[in-house]
DNA sequence: AATCCGGGGTG
DNA sequence: CACCCAGGATT
């Protein structure tokens, strides 16, 4: 049997119900696809119902402030997708008159749009015979065929994206990539397989040969850097203090308490003695208290982060800083898109305390 | 070609 | 803990 006639075969009857599958409107599966980058179904799918709630349309996003996108991206991570997001329905809107291009070449020009997401809306929306290239894919095609080529070396993508065009079942295009896609997602997963009842079994190279669990390669690990972060929640009545995160670098746009970042984790003494503390509050050491003695540990893709939250009690807010400042009520925090390090202290602290 | 960019699930 | 997820932009 051909590859495209099994693998639709099984699609029929194991692909899941998604809210994105009941529609080819590019403005949805645009939505659905750059939330769905390095991301679970499960965990993308509350914020794409919530982001359509909100923004039916793409004049909707268009017109919201960015401020208002990223409160509800807040907690999906890589925020530069949903800044691209904004750009892009921005310049949909009111470049294009809010009609997205029709094809793969001209999606790709889009910010935010790569060959995985111009390929998926080409082919779902448009029946655009490209084939898309995600995770799934490589992991896939490199078990069926046994190619061994790192996934993620310069030879390897050009391999698989050629591999990948080869197979595509061009009479349609739109459900041949989701079903590979959804085969792989919940049959030819990454850990444990369901290789026993698998229907490429006769074919499976990786199967055959008995290196299913060794395929796909992939180039080594990302190393990861220690950053150690004292947050200064200042305490005025009701009143705290947030920062705007700016420049490059993680959380960009994001909202954080004034940040003091240290080389190595800092103590009591060290910090109130610390040069740019008592810039901004004095010696007045007795209003400092350590919300936290063992600091939280944050994990990124990058970097591993070690947070400690100091409560500053104060009769006024400090105007020494040198980036901008917000002074808002520690009620009204929640209006304000934070990275999920500072949204679980934030629910844990009661600032009344 | 390498590195950066989040947060959560899985084994 | 290591690895992965419906990747893309930047350097």
Not at 61 to 88: D, I, P
Not at 231 to 248: H, P, S
Not at 309 to 321: C, H, N, R
């Amino acid at each position: 049997m051909d590859f495209h006639k099994t693998l639709l075969n099984w699609y029929l009857l194991n692909s899941r119900s998604l809210p994105w599958r009941e529609t080819s409107n590019p403005y949805n599966i645009w939505l659905s696809e750059i939330m769905l980058q390095q991301t679970r179904i499960a965990q993308g799918l509350p914020y794409y119902e919530k982001f359509i709630a909100h923004f039916p349309t793409v004049f909707d996003l268009a017109n919201a402030k960015e401020e208002h996108v990223l409160k509800l991206w807040q907690g999906l991570g890589y925020y530069s997708r949903a800044r691209n997001l904004h750009f892009t329905a921005k310049y949909v809107a009111e470049e294009l008159n809010g009609i997205f291009p029709d094809n793969y070449k001209d999606l790709k020009k889009l910010k935010g749009v790569g060959d995985y997401t111009a390929a998926a809306i080409a082919s779902i929306c448009y029946d655009e015979p490209v084939a898309v290239v995600d995770g799934n894919v490589y992991r896939v095609l490199a078990r069926y065929f046994g190619v061994e080529t790192p996934i993620n070396s310069t030879e390897g993508v050009k391999q698989f994206k050629a591999l990948a065009q080869e197979m595509l079942y061009k009479k349609d295009p739109k459900h041949y990539n989701q079903a590979l896609m959804e085969f792989g997602a919940l049959h030819c997963k990454p850990k444990n397989p369901l290789c026993e009842s698998c229907p490429f079994q006769k074919n499976c190279v990786a199967f055959q040969q008995g290196k299913t669990a060794s395929l796909p390669v992939k180039l080594k690990k990302t190393k990861v850097t220690t950053r150690h972060f004292n947050y200064l929640v200042f305490k005025k009545n009701d009143e705290t203090l947030l920062q705007k995160r700016t420049g490059k670098g993680i959380w960009k746009n994001l909202y954080e308490f004034p940040l003091l970042e240290t080389s190595e984790e800092i103590q009591k003494e060290a910090f109130t003695n610390h040069p740019e503390v008592e810039k901004l509050v004095g010696k007045n050491f007795k209003n400092i208290r350590l919300y936290n003695n063992k600091p939280i540990k944050h994990v990124l893709s990058h970097q591993k982060l070690f947070a400690k939250f100091w409560i500053i009690s104060v009769e006024d807010f400090p105007v020494a800083f040198e980036k901008p400042i917000i002074a808002t009520q520690f009620s009204t925090i929640e209006t304000f898109a934070v990275p999920v390090l500072l949204e679980k202290f934030i629910e844990a602290f009661h600032f009344s305390k």
